[in-house]
Nanobody, 124 residues
Framework: QVQLVESGGGLVQAGGSLRLSCVAS????????MGWFRQAPGKEREFVAGISWSGGSTYYADSVKGRFTISRANAKNPVFLQMNSLKPEDTAVYYCAGRPGITYRYTENEYQDWGQGTQVTVSS
């Protein structure tokens, strides 16, 4: 079993930046795909960004493209989400998710492991 722990959330003004981290522990896989999702109050959880096990391939939701960057050094290192030019609509609980895999595009239901989430609040 894999445990995922997020950190780095907080309160920031619009236009500011935050960097989220997600550390995996427990059972490890040489090919472990990871992603970030978020859930705003009263809304369904939505995809934010995903990254391949090697870190070589990434993809983003249109709403964050050009502002957020997901990164990792390799399958055994933490995953980061650098969030720049934050907007009030980015306010949500951000979740890290992961699963073993070769491809890097998975739907929310296909992810097997989830963190507890970290709150990001952007004030206007």
């Amino acid at each position: 079993q894999v445990q995922l722990v997020e950190s780095g959330g907080g309160l920031v003004q619009a236009g500011g930046s935050l960097r989220l981290s997600c550390v995996a522990s427990g059972r490890t896989f040489s090919t472990y795909v990871m992603g970030w999702f978020r859930q705003a109050p009263g809304k369904e959880r939505e995809f934010v960004a995903g990254i391949s096990w090697s870190g070589g391939s990434t993809y983003y939701a249109d709403s964050v493209k050009g502002r957020f960057t997901i990164s990792r050094a390799n399958a055994k290192n933490p995953v980061f989400l650098q969030m720049n030019s934050l907007k009030p609509e980015d306010t949500a609980v951000y979740y890290c998710a992961g699963r073993p895999g070769i491809t890097y595009r998975y739907t929310e239901n296909e992810y097997q492991d989830w963190g507890q989430g970290t709150q990001v609040t952007v004030s206007s």
